[in-house]
């Protein structure tokens, strides 16, 4: 809601975890919603900046690093719970 009541250039994160738990809520962010208001995504870990894939999502490279966050944090909670 505050992205439609204040003026802002963008969103940064230290990390994609940090920002959505699900590549696809991601993506859909990435792609529809921040190109909508004009705002910038940037994750400071993974270096990614939507500036730098106007149109795009980042394809597979922001796939996999979604897909080995998920699975090392169920890996750390596995080893964990013994």
């Avoid at 993506?27 to 795009?56: C, K, M, N, Q, T």
């Avoid at 490279?61 to 169920?74: C, D, G, Q, S, Y």
């Amino acid at each position: 809601m505050l992205v439609k009541c204040l003026p802002f250039w963008g969103i940064m994160v230290k990390d994609f975890s940090r920002f959505v738990r699900s590549a696809i809520a991601a993506g859909y962010f990435i792609e529809r919603v921040f190109p909508l208001y004009h705002a910038r995504f940037i994750s400071v870990s993974d270096h990614f900046d939507s500036a730098d894939y106007i149109g795009d999502t980042g394809g597979m490279e922001v796939a996999f690093k979604f897909l080995i966050n998920n699975n090392l944090t169920r890996t750390f909670h596995a080893a964990l719970t013994f």
